[in-house]
């Protein structure tokens, strides 16, 4: 039986999920109309629903895994269970209150909560024994106070510019750090296939993450090199032609690579080059 797999219909979440696919060797489809697609070479389905709906079809039993949003897991209630995070789709929530009200998240007890996750806000406030009333709305929650129907808000949080246009101010630590992962119902047997879908993602996810930096360096200054060029493992380290030089390969964050370079030009290395990484197997 193929593996059958969801994935984000429409949206930000539904772009960078097919692109990753893609680049984990999985085939896509060309309509985005279609609502469902087969890949023979990887005999796997996929189907494309909406993003909120993704962990319920999991949680039953109707499809082995999908891709979604962890705040819309979390949100739904449903009986699926994270295994893999994607690294894109990031988004943070926080509570929000009048610029003019003093309060913490201990004090929203009572309290009136408008959102458009009340799962995500109902499981923060049991995890603390706080009682408080949720509005659930599906936009524009930051009016939900101007217009007399909440006392704070619990939505996603970028810059803050848009609160404070609405005369709103961040209080108290996030409710939840968010991004796309992969799902499986919860319970479940995990499948060959899913495993390999797993295995496959997660090299993009850490090919996307790191570059291959190689140098030459002098080789009594090696150890002072590698220093700063770790890798996952350790570095490849290879004699050179030239006497007393090696040449060493290393994987490094591609966030840092920039200052490692630096650092590596400090000590004496030279021939600096950076390569990336398209996969990956670690």
Request: overall charge negative; aromatic content about 6%.
């Amino acid at each position: 039986m193929s593996l059958r797999i969801a994935v984000p219909n429409k949206g930000s979440l539904s772009d960078s999920s097919a692109l990753m696919l893609k680049e984990a060797g999985y085939r896509q489809r060309n309509d985005p109309r279609d609502l469902n697609f087969y890949d023979p070479e990887n005999d796997i389905e996929f189907y494309y629903l909406r993003p909120r709906d993704i962990a319920i079809y999991v949680g039953s039993g109707e499809l082995e895994g999908g891709l979604t949003g962890r705040d819309l897991l979390i949100d739904s209630g449903a009986g699926a269970n994270e295994i893999l995070a994607l690294d894109f789709g990031h988004s943070t929530f926080r509570f929000a209150a009048p610029e003019s009200l003093e309060i913490s998240e201990q004090q929203l007890g009572g309290k009136r909560i408008a959102t458009a996750y009340p799962g995500l806000v109902e499981r923060y406030l049991r995890e603390r024994s706080l009682t408080a009333a949720i509005v659930r709305l599906d936009g524009a929650v930051e009016s939900s106070v101007r217009l007399g129907v909440a006392d704070v808000i619990a939505d996603v949080v970028s810059t803050g510019g848009t609160l404070r246009q609405a005369g709103l101010k961040i209080f108290g630590e996030p409710l939840l750090f968010s991004e796309a992962v992969v799902i499986e119902r919860a319970g479940a047997s995990r499948s060959a296939a899913l495993e390999t879908l797993v295995r496959r993602l997660n090299g993009v996810v850490i090919a996307r993450q790191y570059v291959l930096v190689d140098y030459d360096v002098q080789t009594s200054l090696l150890e002072a090199a590698c220093a700063m060029t770790p890798g996952i493992e350790s570095p490849t380290i290879s004699p050179l032609q030239k006497s007393g030089w090696s040449a060493v390969r290393a994987m490094v964050k591609r966030k840092e690579v920039n200052r490692i370079m630096d650092e590596l030009w400090s000590v004496g290395a030279r021939g600096i080059l950076v390569t990336d990484i398209h996969a990956c197997r670690l």
